[in-house]
């Protein structure tokens, strides 16, 4: 893994490389292919087996259709994967075309590493207005979403049923849905919990503040929301923490790197309505079902389609024109649509979506954005840099608050610390 | 580790080989250098390179993307209101005070165990042995994690003792006991070195104080013990080192978090996770550097105080 010895030659090396590659770093003119002397871009994603192989059909495709071009994949899990940019970044060297996470479009944008989308060929005709504004920051376009993931509440039908509890239809305030997470905890005796606890999710505060008109950050990278915003939303487990109604923190370590509702612990989940197919293979559980996510107000359920992924290129790229036409093949061809289905989100251009058919639990996920389509908001705009260093934290200090490491006045003094630190750090 | 110190006597002047002809030896200084020089070169770029760059970027503000920016002495006053790093430092002091004296206790009992002789000795030395081969890798970690989960080995054992204390790895309370058990259990290497320094006692020693009438315990602590100084020393040293560094293990068990609640929180996951997580590269080498400063001033004080307690042999005390 990793010595000081490795860690600082990591570092060195960086150093160094950056030194090299700025120095050799002139502009060259812009090439262009043949299909017998082809350009060669690099792409790169994160994701498991199944989601390379199916990278790998889109490349072949592409290949086939340009054969002026070659595309050369890699591929790295999630956590190693940012790792790498990073360095890559720090050298200069970052692929050409990189598959992307809106946590991290603000730390690689605002600092001119990705290339502005809208000085090159994109065709961006077929996406919905209230999506596109997620890849972009400062009037400029650093990220195409590829596809689009809705926060909803999980459950599994028939454990409900086991316990004799009636389905939930989907309209509840977040009272009905703690006591919902208490019955399944009562009635079940302690053998299933309700849910692991949902005011750990930073997505879901995210949610419940644009449920009253409160945008988590400020244009200017500032906190849209004051400690006593937190402590509301952290208490509003108080009474449930370490009862049956929430699994303990204990039990969800012990079972990482599944999760609780994967590992058949929990009866429902709030979180993206993409991870179906992934809990559907951990739990083994014949069916799953998706309702929208607790509101206290009913017209405003604060729901929003976020982009699941988006593609970027580098700001060095030497094939501009290549890497354009490839963005543009992935996000839009309803070949690929086809190749992806659901594993990447639910496709976010209209051409790529209605040229895909799907079936199963394919259909399960299009079907619940098609039936939160009224609520849905515009999408946020890409979080403040640092922002994945905020996520992770935000669970953390959840997770102490259910140890009992801290009480809310605590975790939400930790948390705005850390937080306030980040933004001025970072400014 | 891989000499141990010798307790041999003096080497009487006959046996020093004669000194040569200088000019000879200038020869043998080139050439010794030059077998040298791969080492040397891969000790400059490697080691002392990386380390000169890393004390500037302590004095930093380095994120990877922009140019490091100078901040003086900010990294390391604000490491001291981060109670991150004050838990970090907990948890690592622990994990060092605890786990390498019992990780020693161990060593030095099962080596004179082994030194008496009797049959299969060879077999128990290597059995012994084994687990500080393998200790330190990344499957022996994910072992470890799933015999101390729920229902694991440990757990399931315990219970039948009527001991329920459930899986050790969630539990905050009970994950510092299971990292310094995986270093325990990792006591071969100090095991060799205590054994090469055991067999190096004469066994007139033992014989003139049973003779006087001493037993085993008199025995360990006025014959062993004294004659053995050197090696403990040696493995205090070294094995107080490591412990300082302990990383992979911490990254595994706690899934590269050091969760549960911070409890395995080690010194080195914290600095890995500011630099690559939280792209703080100024912030990780003011870590990695006070890290230095400590590890030197800890070994500086045992080198202090060992003059009071490890004997040589030949010493006039």
Same mark, same amino acid.
């Given at each position: 893994?990793?010595?000081?010895?490795?860690?600082?030659?990591?570092?060195?090396?960086?150093?160094?490389?950056?030194?090299?590659?700025?120095?050799?770093?002139?502009?060259?003119?812009?090439?262009? @292919?043949?299909?017998?002397?082809?350009?060669?871009?690099? !792409?790169?994603?994160? @994701?498991?087996?199944?989601?390379?192989?199916?990278?790998?059909?889109?490349?072949?495709?592409?290949?086939?259709?340009?054969? /002026?071009?070659?595309?050369?994949?890699?591929?790295?899990?999630?956590?190693?994967?940012?790792?790498?940019?990073?360095?890559?970044?720090?050298?200069?060297?970052?692929?050409?075309?990189?598959?992307?996470?809106?946590?991290?479009?603000?730390?690689?944008?605002?600092?001119?590493?990705?290339?502005?989308?809208?000085?090159?060929?994109?065709?961006?005709?077929?996406?919905?207005? *209230?999506?596109?504004?997620?890849?972009?920051?400062?009037?400029?376009?650093?990220? =195409?979403?590829?596809?689009?993931?809705?926060?909803?509440?999980?459950?599994?039908?028939?454990?409900?049923?086991?316990?004799?509890?009636?389905?939930?239809?989907?309209?509840?305030?977040?009272?009905?849905?703690?006591?919902?997470?208490?019955?399944?905890?009562?009635?079940?005796?302690?053998?299933?919990?309700?849910?692991?606890?949902?005011?750990?999710?930073?997505?879901?505060?995210?949610?419940?503040?644009?449920?009253?008109?409160?945008?988590?950050?400020?244009?200017?990278?500032?906190?849209?929301?004051?400690? /006593?915003?937190?402590?509301?939303?952290?208490?509003?487990?108080?009474?449930?923490?370490?009862?049956?109604?929430?699994? *303990?923190?204990?039990?969800?370590?012990?079972?990482?790197?599944?999760?609780?509702?994967?590992?058949?612990?929990?009866?429902?989940?709030?979180?993206?309505?993409?991870?179906?197919?992934?809990?559907?293979?951990?739990?083994?559980?014949?069916?799953?079902?998706?309702?929208?996510?607790?509101?206290?107000?009913?017209?405003?359920?604060?729901?929003?389609?976020? %982009?699941?992924?988006?593609?970027?290129?580098?700001?060095?790229?030497?094939?501009?024109?290549?890497?354009?036409?490839?963005?543009?093949?992935?996000?839009?061809?309803?070949? +690929?649509?086809?190749?992806?289905?659901?594993?990447?989100?639910? %496709?976010?251009?209209?051409?790529?979506?209605?040229?895909? &058919?799907?079936?199963?639990?394919?259909?399960?996920?299009?079907?619940?954005?098609? *039936?939160?389509?009224?609520?849905?908001?515009?999408?946020?705009? %890409?979080?403040?840099?640092?922002?994945? &260093?905020?996520?992770?934290?935000?669970?953390?200090?959840?997770?102490?608050?259910?140890?009992?490491?801290?009480?809310?006045?605590?975790?939400?003094?930790?948390?705005?610390?850390?937080?306030?630190?980040?933004?001025?750090?970072?400014? | 580790?891989?000499?141990?110190?010798?307790?041999?006597?003096?080497?009487?002047?006959?046996?020093?080989?004669?000194?040569?002809? *200088?000019?000879?030896?200038?020869?043998?200084?080139?050439?010794? !250098?030059?077998?040298?020089?791969?080492?040397?070169? @891969?000790?400059?770029?490697?080691?002392?390179? %990386?380390?000169?760059?890393?004390?500037?970027?302590?004095?930093?503000?380095?994120?990877?993307?922009?140019?490091?920016?100078?901040?003086?002495?900010?990294? !390391?006053?604000?490491?001291?209101?981060?109670?991150?790093?004050?838990?970090?430092?907990?948890?690592? +002091?622990?994990?060092?005070?605890?786990?390498?004296?019992?990780?020693?206790?161990?060593?030095?009992?099962?080596?004179?165990?082994?030194?008496?002789?009797?049959?299969?000795?060879?077999?128990?030395?290597?059995?012994?042995?084994?687990?500080?081969?393998?200790?330190?890798?990344?499957?022996?970690?994910?072992?470890?994690?799933?015999?101390?989960?729920?229902?694991?080995?440990?757990?399931?054992?315990?219970?039948?003792?009527?001991?329920?204390?459930?899986?050790?790895?969630?539990?905050?309370?009970?994950?510092?006991?299971?990292?310094?058990?995986?270093?325990?259990?990792?006591?071969?290497?100090?095991?060799?070195?205590?054994?090469?320094?055991?067999?190096?006692?004469?066994?007139?020693?033992?014989? #003139? #104080?049973?003779?006087?009438?001493?037993?085993?315990?008199?025995?360990?602590?006025?014959?062993?013990?004294?004659?053995?100084?050197?090696?403990?020393?040696?493995?205090?040293?070294?094995?107080?080192?490591?412990?300082?560094? =302990?990383?992979?293990?911490?990254?595994?068990?706690?899934?590269?978090?050091?969760?549960?609640?911070?409890?395995?929180?080690? !010194?080195?996951?914290?600095?890995?996770?500011?630099?690559?997580?939280?792209?703080?590269?100024?912030?990780?080498?003011?870590?990695?550097?006070?890290?230095? =400063?400590?590890?030197?001033? =800890? &070994?500086?004080?045992?080198?202090?105080?060992?003059?009071?307690?490890?004997?040589?042999?030949?010493?006039?005390?």
């Amino acid at each position: 893994m990793i010595n000081r010895r490795n860690f600082l030659t990591t570092v060195a090396l960086g150093t160094a490389s950056a030194a090299v590659l700025a120095a050799c770093g002139q502009p060259s003119p812009a090439q262009t @292919g043949s299909a017998e002397n082809p350009v060669t871009i690099n !792409y790169t994603w994160w @994701g498991n087996d199944d989601r390379a192989e199916r990278t790998r059909k889109a490349i072949a495709l592409f290949e086939s259709k340009n054969p /002026d071009i070659k595309v050369n994949g890699n591929f790295t899990d999630f956590a190693g994967y940012w790792q790498k940019r990073a360095t890559e970044a720090a050298g200069g060297g970052l692929p050409d075309v990189m598959q992307w996470d809106l946590s991290y479009l603000r730390d690689y944008g605002q600092r001119n590493q990705l290339l502005d989308l809208s000085t090159v060929k994109i065709d961006t005709s077929a996406f919905d207005k *209230s999506l596109l504004p997620s890849g972009q920051i400062r009037g400029k376009t650093y990220g =195409i979403p590829t596809s689009t993931n809705a926060f909803a509440v999980y459950y599994d039908p028939a454990k409900l049923a086991s316990l004799g509890i009636s389905e939930p239809d989907g309209s509840w305030t977040y009272d009905e849905y703690n006591a919902f997470l208490t019955e399944v905890g009562t009635k079940s005796g302690g053998a299933l919990f309700g849910s692991s606890d949902y005011t750990s999710v930073w997505w879901m505060f995210n949610i419940w503040l644009r449920q009253q008109n409160i945008e988590a950050f400020t244009e200017d990278g500032k906190l849209g929301f004051s400690k /006593d915003d937190l402590k509301e939303w952290w208490n509003k487990v108080a009474d449930l923490r370490g009862t049956p109604a929430i699994i *303990s923190e204990e039990r969800i370590t012990q079972l990482l790197p599944k999760s609780a509702f994967g590992s058949n612990a929990t009866a429902s989940e709030v979180t993206w309505d993409n991870f179906m197919a992934g809990y559907l293979g951990d739990s083994g559980a014949k069916e799953l079902k998706l309702v929208p996510v607790p509101s206290d107000d009913p017209d405003n359920l604060g729901l929003f389609l976020k %982009p699941s992924m988006l593609m970027v290129a580098s700001a060095k790229t030497k094939n501009k024109d290549a890497a354009a036409r490839f963005i543009d093949f992935m996000v839009n061809d309803p070949e +690929v649509g086809q190749i992806f289905k659901t594993s990447r989100g639910v %496709p976010a251009s209209k051409t790529q979506r209605d040229g895909t &058919t799907f079936e199963g639990t394919d259909k399960l996920v299009v079907d619940y954005e098609k *039936s939160i389509e009224k609520y849905l908001k515009d999408a946020p705009e %890409p979080p403040i840099v640092g922002f994945g &260093t905020l996520e992770a934290s935000f669970k953390r200090i959840s997770a102490d608050l259910n140890f009992g490491k801290l009480d809310v006045n605590g975790a939400a003094d930790a948390w705005f610390k850390e937080a306030e630190d980040l933004i001025k750090q970072n400014a | 580790m891989t000499q141990s110190p010798t307790l041999s006597r003096r080497s009487t002047s006959s046996d020093l080989p004669q000194p040569r002809k *200088s000019r000879q030896r200038g020869a043998d200084t080139r050439a010794g !250098y030059t077998f040298l020089l791969p080492w040397l070169l @891969g000790f400059i770029a490697l080691t002392v390179g %990386p380390m000169i760059s890393s004390l500037y970027l302590s004095f930093t503000n380095y994120n990877l993307f922009e140019p490091p920016k100078w901040i003086g002495l900010d990294n !390391y006053i604000s490491l001291f209101q981060d109670e991150r790093f004050l838990q970090s430092v907990g948890v690592t +002091v622990s994990y060092v005070v605890f786990g390498t004296p019992i990780k020693l206790a161990a060593a030095l009992a099962i080596a004179m165990l082994l030194n008496s002789k009797r049959k299969g000795q060879g077999f128990y030395r290597s059995a012994f042995y084994a687990p500080s081969l393998i200790g330190a890798s990344v499957s022996i970690a994910i072992v470890w994690k799933a015999m101390f989960g729920d229902s694991g080995p440990v757990d399931q054992s315990l219970s039948f003792f009527g001991i329920n204390l459930g899986g050790w790895v969630g539990n905050p309370s009970m994950t510092m006991p299971m990292f310094i058990l995986l270093t325990v259990w990792q006591f071969g290497a100090p095991m060799v070195i205590f054994l090469a320094g055991l067999k190096q006692i004469p066994g007139e020693l033992y014989e #003139a #104080a049973s003779m006087d009438g001493a037993g085993p315990i008199r025995k360990f602590f006025n014959i062993t013990w004294p004659m053995l100084s050197p090696v403990i020393f040696f493995n205090l040293l070294m094995e107080t080192i490591h412990a300082f560094q =302990i990383f992979n293990a911490a990254y595994i068990i706690s899934n590269g978090e050091g969760g549960p609640a911070g409890s395995t929180l080690f !010194y080195t996951l914290y600095l890995y996770l500011r630099g690559f997580s939280d792209f703080r590269m100024g912030y990780a080498s003011a870590m990695a550097w006070l890290l230095v =400063i400590v590890v030197g001033i =800890i &070994t500086l004080i045992f080198f202090r105080t060992s003059k009071s307690w490890v004997h040589y042999s030949g010493d006039s005390k």
